[in-house]
């Protein structure tokens, strides 16, 4: 009697990798591929904002000829937490296990890909993380490095996170995870996207794991960070901590989505 066929990776099920993409033409072809290569049993699911370079165009020709890849067109650039919004209800609607956050531009490698799929066979949320012992960063200039350790520094002081990598956006969520947290009250984009999500998943008590990972700079195509992107988290992450501080108090119910 032959065995039943294996649908999926293995101890985890169905997966469905969200790459959201504006103007990366230059980098998705490779990017794909070597996802595909990684891990041949994931399903990929470019979520493009309109591209005015054609990114959106050049996922529909590789969907054309590789049934792991899907593309979700969205009108315009409205950012990235609402593409992986977008992209997390596309993966309940058909059923998928588990999806996991990838960049579009080759800084998070797929080849870790493995090692994150892996720990979710035993973990609700895991983080690919750039400052757990044994990550490497590297091409990034000193100011980014400081940037990157004293913001997630901040945000686990200031929310009560047990996580090394708040603002890290490489991460594999399984779908119960995702069920159990709020993220019809998620407002955020950028790096405070993923603070939120982090501060949500710990708030629901999943549980959560870090992986060492290998981060690097991109090396074509202009990056989306921006002092505005910085500023708003900031500004949120300050705001969740006064809040949950006044939620603790004695006595004081804060009700409502706020920020």
Request: charged letters at 20%; hydrophobic letters at 45%; proline letters at 6%.
């Amino acid at each position: 009697m032959s065995e039943p066929v294996r649908v999926g990776h293995p101890g985890v099920g169905r997966v469905l990798v969200v790459i959201p993409t504006y103007n990366e033409a230059e980098n998705l072809t490779g990017v794909v591929a070597r996802v595909r290569a990684a891990a041949p049993a994931v399903d990929i699911l470019v979520a493009d904002d309109n591209s005015p370079d054609g990114t959106g165009a050049l996922a529909e020709a590789m969907a054309g000829t590789d049934p792991h890849v899907n593309v979700l067109r969205r009108r315009g650039k409205e950012g990235l937490g609402a593409a992986y919004l977008a992209g997390f209800a596309w993966a309940r609607r058909r059923g998928y296990d588990a999806v996991v956050e990838m960049d579009a531009d080759g800084s998070h490698a797929p080849e870790d890909l493995p090692a994150l799929l892996a720990a979710a066979r035993h973990a609700d949320v895991v983080i690919g993380s750039r400052w757990t012992r044994g990550a490497k960063v590297l091409n990034w200039p000193l100011r980014r490095l400081l940037l990157s350790r004293c913001g997630n520094l901040y945000a686990r002081l200031a929310l009560g996170v047990p996580v090394t990598d708040a603002t890290g956006g490489y991460r594999v969520y399984r779908s119960a995870a995702l069920a159990a947290m709020p993220l019809e009250s998620v407002c955020s984009q950028g790096y405070s996207f993923q603070v939120e999500l982090s501060r949500l998943a710990h708030r629901a008590g999943v549980r959560i794991v870090e992986v060492p990972i290998t981060f690097a700079e991109r090396e074509r195509g202009a990056s989306k960070m921006s002092p505005l992107i910085v500023a708003e988290a900031l500004w949120r992450i300050t705001t969740w901590a006064l809040r949950d501080r006044a939620a603790a108090w004695p006595g004081r119910r804060v009700a409502g989505r706020w920020p």
